[in-house]
């Protein structure tokens, strides 16, 4: 499966961006999806993670109640909405589709390349 992430960019601190990762090639309502990020200088960390019907969800304890995943299968896509967004939320978000929901990255086969985010304070 091959994937695009888009939707990244600059905002203010507080404010929102809506991330989205476009899946082709073999089924994707087969895979499980999950969200990272990795800032300068720091390891890729969990950010979400969704199940393949989409009725399960995780989120690492940073990004609860601020960030939202969601998952189209009809439009084989993948969301994460953010809201009030922090400087420290700056980083490089990449998708990762994996056959069941884990907030690990290795046991993730494939990735997109990666869309930037960056909040100013």
């Known amino acids: 499966v091959q994937l695009q992430a888009s939707g990244g960019g600059l905002v203010q601190a507080g404010g929102s961006l809506r991330l989205s990762c476009a899946a082709s090639?073999?089924?994707?309502?087969?895979?499980?999806m999950g969200w990272f990020r990795q800032a300068p200088g720091k390891e890729r960390e969990f950010v979400s993670s969704?199940?393949?019907?989409?009725?399960?969800?995780t989120y690492a304890d940073g990004v609860k109640g601020r960030f939202t995943i969601s998952r189209d299968n009809a439009k084989n896509t993948v969301y994460l909405q953010m809201n009030s967004l922090k400087p420290e939320d700056t980083a490089v978000y990449y998708c990762?589709?994996?056959?069941?929901?884990?907030?690990?990255?290795?046991?993730?086969?494939?990735w997109g390349q990666g869309t930037q985010v960056t909040v100013s304070s």
């Open positions: 969704i199940s393949r019907s989409g009725g399960s969800t």
């Open positions: 990762a589709a994996n056959p069941f929901i884990s907030s690990s990255s290795p046991q993730y086969a494939y």
């Open positions: 090639g073999r089924s994707f309502s087969l895979y499980a």
